[in-house]
């Protein structure tokens, strides 16, 4: 089914890189993925015309995530970071064979208004609340506002986005145990999308997506045609066949 409804999927190559995630991630720009956002309620717009839901982490499904890349046949492409146990060619191609990836309504999707505030509109000092590398922040301050290498620098640490696996610890607050930060080669467009895969019987993701390949074929009017998911899909039905499960760690 997939293979007939997906004619622009062209490939998918696994990189390097993995990361070991024991429940919750953080997602996104370099403020989005701050340690204190963990554990905390999404949270919504309040009045205006632009509505968002800025979610602060996710649950993922316990285990190894795989980097990896699906090229289009068009020559665009996006990341793609999956469980272990999912096949990510198989998922390439339902991600390619389906429509929703720039519906701003769907939980699973972060449209260009639900994430990277940082990234579209702040600079390096932007958050409200006590930061992390506070005192990397205060370096960059002392650097004088119109120094073209700091805009440079500052451009490159905004483009980035992050999948970072964090831990609660004793006394209550998170640690990150893991990375794996991606680079905006992939946007063709002005803004950041992303999603993620959801099993429904468990509510945990076991993919997540950075890219707007898949977004500016929907804008553009093509593909339109192609069903609506809201990417809740069974983790079963990309699994891989007797794939040795990873020692816990």
């Known amino acids: 089914m997939a293979e007939a409804l997906a004619p622009r999927f062209a ?62 046949k068009k020559g665009s492409w996006f990341h793609l970071i999956h469980h272990e146990e999912v096949d990510g060619e198989a998922v390439g191609k339902f991600l390619c064979s389906v429509s929703g990836h720039s519906y701003h309504k769907i939980e699973n999707v972060w449209s260009r208004y639900d994430w990277c505030h940082y990234r579209n509109w702040g600079s390096i000092g932007d958050d409200d609340e006590e930061d992390d590398d506070k005192e990397d922040e205060g370096e960059e301050d002392e650097d004088e506002e119109g120094d073209e290498d700091k805009e440079e620098e500052d451009l490159l640490l905004r483009s980035m986005i992050h999948l970072v696996a964090v831990d609660q610890m004793d006394d209550g607050k998170y640690t990150e145990i893991g990375r794996i930060t991606m680079d905006s080669d992939c946007i063709e467009g002005d803004w950041h999308y992303g999603a993620r895969l959801v099993d429904p019987s468990t ?47």
Do not use: C
């Open 203 to 249: 509510q945990q993701a076991y993919a997540y997506i950075f890219g707007d390949a898949l977004v500016n074929d929907e804008l553009g009017d093509d593909y339109y045609k192609l069903p609506e998911s809201d990417f809740n899909v069974p983790l079963v039905d990309f699994a891989l066949v007797n794939m040795p499960r990873s020692p816990s760690r």
């Open 11 to 72: 490939s998918y190559t696994r990189t390097t890189e993995s990361i070991h995630i024991k429940d919750l991630v953080l997602f996104g720009d370099t403020m989005d993925v701050k340690l204190h956002k963990a554990g905390k309620d999404p949270v919504k717009s309040q009045g205006g015309t632009i509505n968002y839901t800025l979610q602060s982490s996710t649950h993922a499904r316990p285990g190894v995530f795989h980097h990896g890349t699906v090229q289009l």
